[in-house]
């Protein structure tokens, strides 16, 4: 989400990145720069965890990303990207583009609306389906993960985007989720009744939203599968990448359709 909003809002030459390599091991996220990671570009740090009891010596809190560092204060501002995403919204609009905003005033309730439903049952849903250690709370996690996918999908044979006709955050939320879903979670998070490839609507949906100009490049598929099939262990012991499924983000998708009339 938030390299998303970093190349759509054009802060790229404000706002440097880092990025940890795709392995998370028992020290958490490192940055070897290395298949696809950049190595930490600030300080040459070897793990993330550094970074975070360099903001705060006595810090023993859990090491996640993103995190969106203040390089002048030394210090992190936040480290949750549905508020990250917020800030590089509007907060840099003099360097970047003021003219897009994703979370504009006349569709904040209904984006909020959508964010409180697509979150639990889909962006965390896969999670909880996944990680779930017995079969009551995986059903449970599956079902209404589908329910929620299937509503979705009936809501976009009505509209372009999820608040209308206009892209606004809720969509990009629900995308990362979306572009990963075919290639991680179908096998590793066995959230495999149907894929999205399998939903008219939400599969060229998908596609749109990926050729927004800007958004494809910060979409690694390799990145994203190295890191949920190598690192999570206690799903996936052996470490094994899958090869496939063959995926083309980049196909003509359908929803100009929606296009309001000149």
């Not at 020290?27 to 720069?33: D, I, M, P, Q, Y």
């Not at 992190?76 to 917020?86: H, L």
């Amino acid at each position: 989400r938030t390299l998303i909003f970093r190349a759509l809002k054009k802060l790229d030459g404000i706002i440097s990145v880092s990025v940890v390599h795709h392995f998370m091991g028992e020290n958490g996220w490192t940055f070897k720069a290395e298949d696809g990671a950049t190595g930490d570009t600030l300080y040459d740090l070897d793990f993330l965890h550094q970074i975070y009891t360099r903001a705060d010596p006595a810090y023993s809190g859990r090491v996640t990303v993103p995190v969106l560092w203040d390089k002048q204060e030394q210090t992190i501002v936040n480290n949750e990207s549905s508020e990250i995403i917020r800030m590089l919204n509007t907060a840099f609009d003099q360097w970047g583009d003021a003219g897009l905003d994703f979370y504009p005033a006349a569709l904040r309730a209904e984006i909020d609306r959508i964010n409180a439903q697509v979150y639990p049952a889909i962006n965390n849903g896969v999670y909880r389906a996944g990680f779930a250690t017995t079969q009551e709370a995986y059903e449970e996690a599956f079902g209404e993960l589908f329910q929620a996918l299937d509503a979705i999908e009936e809501r976009l044979s009505r509209q372009r985007y999820l608040a209308g006709e206009h892209i606004t955050e809720a969509d990009w939320r629900l995308f990362t989720t979306l572009v990963r879903f075919d290639p991680v979670y179908v096998g590793h998070f066995k959230c495999n009744l149907r894929r999205i490839a399998d939903y008219p609507n939400l599969s060229n949906y998908l596609r749109d939203l990926y050729q927004v100009p800007g958004v494809s490049g910060t979409v690694n598929l390799h990145h994203i599968k190295a890191h949920y099939y190598g690192s999570h262990k206690s799903i996936n012991p052996t470490g094994i990448v899958p090869v496939g499924p063959e995926l083309d983000y980049a196909a003509p998708h359908d929803r100009a359709r929606f296009r309001k009339a000149a």
